[in-house]
């Protein structure tokens, strides 16, 4: 009786190796993979939505682009888009009105700061570098990785740059404690407080500069790809609660450069995010499917010395 219980146990382990390993995939959303189908389960589309307190607030849905079908998880997660002005890259960023526009010369739908001075004639009715900088913060409930960015319409050009806060998904950041204050400029230059000011360039108050993009197309929609910068190229994954789109600023230094920058002529609205729910192990209690495989082959080594012994 002894022996078939040892083969039992042995079968056991091994029969519990695709359910373990299953578990595992799922968890991980497949998403390791910069070239995965299943990345980018999630789209946000801030296109024709209506503005409370300066910001819109777009939920996630299943991407219809993703192949095969979109591993959605079942999780509801809306992102909050609030816009930032500043007159140069040197002056503390401030709450700027974040509008749909879709007249106009530029047309197309999608969301851009409204600044004093902005008109779709002189081409600052974007997110623009063109007097002053613009940028838009993404308040996530839950931390995503992003993977794609649309852009509605473009004037001029639509060099961009991509932030993720550093550590917003862990809570309260350990550099800036509120990531949505506005003691932040628009450089990587100024590391220091004064009495009389309190902000610092982005990248010295918790947020990670991932990538600056040239992007010169002006054929809308326009999408690029982020995948590369927020995925990598291995286990390496980026997630956070909070993301910024910028128009491009020489002034902010970092991330890998795509493609050719220029500073002070890029306009554009922003159309859709795509994405996925961040999580980078598996739950806890869930033994790793090589660990099983080990126990597995063990015990049937084992049995097959107590056989020759025998």
């Not at 219809?64 to 002005?85: C, L, M």
């Not at 530029?106 to 600052?124: E, M």
């Not at 613009?134 to 001029?156: H, P």
Request: glycine fraction near 12%; hydrophobic fraction near 35%.
């Amino acid at each position: 009786m002894k022996k078939p219980a040892r083969y039992g146990l042995a079968l056991s382990l091994l029969g519990l190796l695709p359910c373990t390993s299953a578990l595992a995939s799922n968890y991980s959303q497949g998403c390791l993979d910069p070239n995965s189908s299943n990345c980018g389960d999630y789209l946000w589309s801030f296109a024709s939505l209506s503005v409370v307190n300066n910001a819109v607030t777009a939920t996630g849905s299943a991407n219809s682009a993703v192949a095969p079908t979109p591993n959605i998880s079942g999780t509801t997660i809306t992102s909050s888009a609030s816009g930032w002005h500043a007159a140069n890259s040197t002056s503390q960023m401030a709450t700027a009105g974040v509008t749909d526009l879709n007249t106009g010369a530029t047309g197309a739908t999608g969301i851009a700061v409204k600044t004093d001075g902005d008109n779709d004639n002189n081409g600052t009715s974007g997110i623009d570098n063109k007097h002053g900088y613009d940028l838009v913060i993404f308040a996530f409930n839950e931390a995503v990785t992003l993977t794609g960015i649309t852009f509605g319409s473009v004037n001029g050009d639509a060099d961009f740059q991509l932030f993720a806060y550093n550590d917003a998904w862990q809570g309260a950041g350990t550099v800036d404690a509120d990531p949505l204050n506005n003691q932040f400029e628009y450089n990587s230059t100024d590391n220091t407080t004064t009495p009389d000011d309190a902000s610092r360039g982005l990248t010295n108050v918790g947020w990670d500069l991932l990538g600056s993009y040239g992007t010169t197309s002006t054929t809308t929609p326009l999408v690029t790809s982020v995948k590369a910068q927020t995925i990598g190229t291995g286990v390496v994954v980026r997630g956070s609660k909070f993301w910024a789109v910028g128009a491009y600023s020489a002034t902010v230094l970092g991330g890998t450069t795509v493609g050719n920058q220029i500073d002070g002529n890029d306009a554009f609205k922003l159309q859709k995010l795509s994405g996925n729910l961040y999580v980078t192990t598996p739950p806890p209690g869930v033994p790793e499917p090589a660990t099983l495989s080990l126990l597995a082959l063990g015990a049937l080594g084992a049995m097959r010395l107590r056989r020759r012994a025998s």
